[in-house]
C-alpha cells in the first residue's frame, strides 16, 4: 500500500525495522527536551503529516521498552489517526513512573502501526443471538 507522507521533522521517515514488524517507530520532532514528571503528560509533536488510503487508519501504540524500563506509555492507547486528518502526527505520553522523565529530539517515542478498518451499519434489533458466553465479560471466561 502506498501512503503519502510529507516530513517536516529532522529525522528520517518511520520505517519498519525488521520484514516481518507489524509497527514503525515514531521519533520526537522537538526544539528542545521535554520534562515529564510523575503522573505529567503531553502532546510530542512527530513533524509527520500523512494521507493515508480510506479504510486505514494508524494506530499510535506505547513502545514496549519504553513502557517496561521506564513507565511511560501512550495515554488514549491506541491513538487513532483517521484517513481524513491532514495534520501533524502528535503522541500524548504519560510518565506513570515515579521519576522524572527526558524526551530528547530524535527519542523514539510510540510505534504506529497501519490497520485496515470497517464501518459499521447499524441495525436496531429487540434481541440479539444467543451464545454460550453470553453477557459475561471482564475475566468470566476464567483465569487459566
Known amino acids: 500500500m502506498k501512503v503519502k507522507v510529507v516530513n517536516k521533522s529532522k529525522h528520517s521517515l518511520p520505517h519498519y525495522s525488521t520484514i516481518a514488524s507489524a509497527g514503525m517507530d515514531l521519533r520526537a520532532n522537538i526544539d528542545e527536551s521535554i520534562s515529564l514528571k510523575p503522573l505529567e503528560r503531553t502532546i510530542v509533536k512527530t513533524g509527520i503529516f500523512m494521507e493515508l488510503p480510506v479504510g486505514f487508519e494508524a494506530q499510535v501504540r506505547p513502545r514496549s521498552g519504553l513502557a517496561f524500563k521506564k513507565g511511560i506509555t501512550v495515554l488514549n492507547s491506541p491513538g487513532t489517526v483517521d484517513a481524513d486528518y491532514r495534520g501533524e502526527v502528535g ?19 510510540a510505534q504506529m502501526v497501519i490497520a485496515k478498518h470497517g464501518q459499521a451499519d447499524w441495525v436496531e434489533v429487540e434481541t440479539l443471538d444467543e451464545t454460550e458466553r453470553g453477557a459475561g465479560g471482564f475475566g468470566s471466561t476464567g483465569v487459566k
Open 91 to 109: 503522541v500524548i505520553l504519560v510518565n506513570l513512573s515515579a521519576e522524572e522523565f527526558v524526551i530528547e529530539d530524535g527519542e523514539r517515542i
